[in-house]
């Protein structure tokens, strides 16, 4: 049975967008949703703020009610602008190799989804613009999944990223210090 278990996890890695994820430790999936998590809601405080002023005039207060009042701020095509806003670091986060790094391990699946999320978002964006008559509900949907696909693809490759960084130990962070105090000893003495 273990052994099995060990065949299927070693063939869920090999998976090209998510696979690597299964070789990365809780505490760094951790540390990744602490990095993402919180720059994605300040981020977004416009909406939130808009949200709960909609919710505060609205007529009552439920979950439907909730959900009128933040589908209402995000009628103007919001999320694709977030989406490909979320999406910009990917580019940067695979193709630069930190000293001692290993190589991003999925550059060429993220990179062609930031791209092509990218271009899309910008197409639907662009098809709001009043006087073009598109369908709002499959925009909005469109919205929806690119926003939630994004957040994936950056929480992906924020965790690939701080998994291929090498471990730096506090005394070698310390060292250049721990010198550069000897040296000013040295001379004030």
């Not at 052994?3 to 998976?15: I, W, Y």
């Not at 405080?45 to 979950?63: E, S």
């Not at 009042?69 to 103007?76: C, E, L, N, Y």
């Not at 490909?84 to 991003?104: D, M």
């Amino acid at each position: 049975m273990k052994a099995q278990f060990v065949r299927v996890l070693k063939l869920l890695r090999r998976l090209p967008l998510v696979g690597h994820a299964l070789s990365c430790t809780l505490s760094e999936h951790w540390e990744t949703a602490i990095e993402v998590f919180p720059g994605l809601f300040w981020s977004m405080l416009p909406i939130w703020v808009g949200t709960f002023i909609a919710l505060v005039k609205g007529p009552g207060l439920n979950w439907r009610e909730l959900h009128v009042a933040f589908s209402g701020q995000i009628t103007g095509g919001e999320l694709f602008i977030y989406a490909a806003a979320f999406l910009a670091p990917i580019l940067w986060i695979i193709h630069h190799v930190p000293p001692g790094a290993e190589p991003f391990p999925t550059p060429l699946v993220h990179g062609l989804l930031t791209a092509a999320i990218t271009v899309f978002c910008a197409l639907a964006f662009d098809l709001q613009k009043p006087g073009q008559a598109p369908n709002l509900e499959t925009l909005h949907k469109l919205a929806l999944i690119f926003f939630w696909t994004a957040i994936g693809l950056i929480y992906l490759a924020t965790l690939y990223h701080n998994h291929r960084l090498p471990i730096i130990s506090e005394e070698r962070i310390k060292a250049p210090q721990d010198s550069l105090l000897k040296q000013y000893r040295v001379r004030h003495q």
